[in-house]
């Protein structure tokens, strides 16, 4: 059974700085993609990064360019999100995602098989 795990949300102020983790377990994820997910209260969820596990390569929306990085560490199954910069827009709760291959529609929810419980991430102005 895969288990994604966040921690690492909180209070904020803008201009701030978080860091997401995701742990992954119950299986290997060598040939899985990785994704992180916001969404907003009355918004829609919103793909914000994504990460290929093998090969490491990385992909993001446009509005978290230059201040989100995702990375992964491949000992701890562990997925992370970097979050600097912080601004009010960014409050969400933040998911991760599993897919057990690799995928090209990286930002389509529906294509994810596995998502953990979510972890609120709240930035103050």
């Known amino acids: 059974q895969v288990q994604l795990v966040e921690s690492g949300g909180g209070l904020v102020q803008a201009g701030g700085s978080l860091r997401l983790s995701c742990a992954a377990s119950g299986r290997t994820f060598s040939e899985s993609t990785m994704g992180w997910f916001r969404q907003a209260p009355g918004k829609e969820r919103e793909f914000v990064a994504v990460?290929?596990?093998?090969?490491?390569?990385?992909h993001y929306v446009d509005s978290v360019k230059g201040r989100f990085t995702i990375s992964r560490d491949n000992a701890k199954n562990t997925v992370y999100l970097q979050m600097n910069s912080l601004k009010p827009e960014d409050t969400a709760v933040y998911y991760c995602?599993?897919?057990?291959?690799?995928?090209?529609?990286?930002?389509?929810?529906?294509?994810?098989?596995?998502w953990g419980q979510g972890t609120q991430v709240t930035v103050s102005s």
């Open positions: 990460i290929k596990w093998t090969g490491g390569r990385t």
């Open positions: 995602a599993a897919a057990l291959r690799i995928l090209g529609r990286y930002g389509d929810s529906t294509e994810y098989d596995y």
